[in-house]
């Protein structure tokens, strides 16, 4: 079949956000043949090629994408045991991810469980490894198959070539741009148990007699996640986001202390959170909350979310900007009075 190159393609309804401006093109590509073909009108044309998966965690600029936007919707699920005994499975990289989870429970497979409800594509994991209620994509990532731009073939890569760490990888870090990424291989431990490290988790259960199921957990996350806002629902407005719009920042010893000498001029204690303090991570959603800002908070059409202090959604009808000019109040009055600067988590695209 040809290739169905589109022409000013609308970008902001390919995202959760829902901001920006259109691509110059756009293909959609359902097999690996097309990202070849696409990646070759992008070459013939000279322009500039960016990978969509199911645009969770994107801003659009208001100027659009003048280039080709590729959209990744490689369909296709296959499993065997492998020797290890675990169960390896093949996902397309255009899958919903949390359809993904949702097979991989049915059949008793755990290591993803958390993970349930996150939005976006199978592709978009290994890119940011995913991480919520205390497990990360690359903790069952085994491989990773590309169409790789530079070498101009198809390459499978290990995890460890990935070099995952929290919200970072290759992909989004030295190796920007240069995968796309085709396919997805995950190790998931049959008749496994959930992990309910995270506090959050462990309170939903507290009263609950016996191991709670592998479904019970994925259950548990999605409604923790729905009152956060943190689980797209139409009819919630909260959910108009790209999730968290700021990482949590990793601080050293000396910003700690720079960090609790302030907080106590104020009467404030930092808080600890196990999960988070193991990595020397601050809570990022403190910080901002502790700077002024209240949940709700909203400039123009953009706001922060009225049930997360981390996300910043689209009122309806915002512009990419209005939704820039809210991240740099929030980044500059942290600054001012936490002294740390929070680094957004989203992907900017076409500024
Ligand atoms: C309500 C909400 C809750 C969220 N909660 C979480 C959370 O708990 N934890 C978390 O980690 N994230 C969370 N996110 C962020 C987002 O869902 C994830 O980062 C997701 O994995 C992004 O996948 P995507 O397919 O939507 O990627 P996109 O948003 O389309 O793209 C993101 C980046 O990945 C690249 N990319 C996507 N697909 C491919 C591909 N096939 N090949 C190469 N590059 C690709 C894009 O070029 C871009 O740089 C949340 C977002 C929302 C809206």
Sequence with gaps: M???????????????????????????ATEHHDVEGAVAFARNKSLPLFVLG????????????????????????????SAGGKIIFDVGAGMNWDTFVAQAISRKCAGVECLSGIPGSVGGT??????????????????????????????????????????????????????????????????????????????????????????????????IRARKGMLISPGDPDSRSAGSFFKNPIVTRLQHEDLTRRAAEKGLQVPAYPALSQQHKISAAWLVENSGFRKGYAKGRAAISSKHALAIVNRGGATAAEILSLR????????????????????FVGF
Excluded at 3 to 26: C, D, K, S
């Design 2 to 28: 040809a290739l169905e190159i589109q022409e000013n393609v609308p970008l902001a309804p390919l995202t959760t956000l829902g901001v920006g401006g259109a691509a110059r093109f756009f293909v959609a």
């Design 54 to 81: 199911g645009g969770s965690n994107l801003v659009i600029s208001d100027r659009g994408w003048n280039g080709l936007a590729l959209q990744i919707e490689i369909q296709g699920l296959h499993h065997q045991r």
């Design 126 to 223: 290994p890119v940011q490894n995913v991480g919520a209620y205390g497990q990360e994509a690359c903790e069952t990532i085994v491989s990773v198959l590309t169409f790789d731009l530079t070498e101009n073939r198809v390459r499978e890569l290990t995890t460890k070539e990935c070099e995952f760490s929290y919200r970072e990888s290759i992909f989004n870090t030295s190796q920007r741009g240069r995968h796309i990424i085709l396919r997805v291989r995950y190790a998931l431990v049959p008749q496994g148990q959930p992990a309910l490290r995270y506090g959050d988790l462990q309170k939903y259960f507290a009263d609950c007699d016996g191991e709670p199921t592998l479904s019970e957990a994925r259950e548990a996350v999605r409604k």
């Design 328 to 347: 740099d109040e929030i980044l500059a009055r942290v600054e001012e009075t936490w002294g740390i600067r929070l680094e957004p988590e989203p992907v």
